[in-house]
């Protein structure tokens, strides 16, 4: 059996992360949900600055990285933002002093999600970034993101987005989304701020006639009045086009964005669990069935969670049957824009995905 590692982050006001052996073995069968908590042993803590994000980077596959988006807001001195890789993953698990963090930028404001980018783009390695955030203090923030690649060989910030002001993104997610061989970025933007809801736009944005290297691409929005942040696409009913599962974290709502009849329509799965926050489409019950996993962001204990919903056949009339995952999660740091829990992600505890899965 092998036991899989977690990176945990602590938050953006801290400055450490830890790696962690930490999980819960999850199992479902109609409505029955037995959940275990396994032990938790920590294996080391990485100090770095304000971590908020951390993605794995399995560009290559027997020696992957880690990244890390870093963002603070400072009242008395200069904001801190950052991006940064930490290489040569399995010997840092095993010695975490052995960690170096390479810088890849500090000028993008508020980045969130990262993701490392094939070298079939652009001839080398390169990590996209979906970056901004409302003003959290009035008059000091640029709260106007933008989606934008890190050349691993240049560290040049190249902007594949026109600026939109007030939106900002938290993901982007690199696929065929239309199923006909062109390939771009799926992403979420929204304007909206935990006093107002505004609006918010599905965005597919892929290389325009003139080459994958004229900036910025082209920006085809497939649906508007939706999803703001967080998703996850698959093809489950089989039609040759992914369907978007997603959050609407300022509506409160989970959705399915979907392909029918022409147009990209929507669907609401769920709209009684809070902010929902992150969501991924996961095989949970090591059965290769597809779950969505799925956390929300709220202040009050009793009502934060995280949740699994089974995936109907019919993803337009089904029923998303809902299970919860584990609930009361406290959240620890006081203050404005504090919620638990943040992003859920599911693991096996066997090379060949025949266990349980974990979370």
Not at 184 to 202: D, Q, V, W, Y
Not at 228 to 239: E, K, P, R, S
């Amino acid at each position: 059996m092998q036991v899989p590692f977690l990176i945990t982050c602590v938050c953006f006001a801290s400055s450490v992360f830890t790696v962690t052996c930490q999980a819960s073995e999850v199992s479902y069968s109609g409505n029955t949900l037995p959940v275990k908590e396994l032990s938790v042993n920590e294996l080391g803590i990485i100090k770095t600055t304000n971590p908020a994000f951390l993605t794995l980077d399995n560009s290559q596959v027997d020696n992957p990285a880690l990244l890390v988006s870093s963002f603070s807001v400072n009242l008395f001195s200069k904001d801190k933002h950052s991006v940064s890789r930490i290489a040569d993953l399995p010997n840092v698990i095993k010695k975490t002093s052995l960690a170096n963090i390479e810088a890849l930028d500090n000028s993008l404001v508020w980045p969130n999600q990262t993701q490392a980018v094939s070298s079939d783009l652009f001839g080398n390695k390169s990590t996209v970034v979906a970056n901004g955030f409302f003003d959290v203090i009035p008059f000091k923030h640029n709260s106007t993101g933008s989606l934008s690649l890190i050349p691993d060989a240049t560290h040049q910030i190249l902007k594949l987005t026109k600026d939109k002001k007030g939106y900002y993104y938290h993901k982007a997610q690199w696929v065929d989304l239309h199923g006909d061989g062109q390939f771009g970025f799926l992403t979420a933007r929204t304007n909206s701020t935990p006093k107002k809801t505004k609006s918010a736009e599905l965005v597919f944005i892929n290389p325009t006639d003139k080459g994958a290297d004229v900036f910025p691409w082209h920006e085809e929005v497939i649906y508007k009045g939706g999803p703001d942040v967080g998703f996850d696409v698959a093809d489950l009913d089989h039609d040759g086009v992914y369907e978007i599962y997603a959050s609407e974290f300022f509506k409160e709502s989970l959705a399915v964005v979907h392909y029918s009849k022409g147009i990209w329509q929507q669907r609401v799965i769920d709209s009684t669990i809070g902010r929902v926050f992150d969501v991924e489409v996961t095989s949970l019950n090591g059965n290769g069935d597809k779950a969505l996993l799925v956390t929300n962001h709220v202040n009050k204990t009793n009502k934060s969670a995280v949740f699994a919903y089974e995936i109907p056949n019919d993803i337009v009339q089904g029923t998303f049957i809902k299970h919860t995952l584990w609930s009361d999660i406290k959240t620890v740091k006081k203050g404005f824009g504090q919620a638990s829990p943040g992003k859920a992600m599911s693991v096996s505890i066997s090379e060949d995905n025949t266990k349980k899965g974990c979370v």
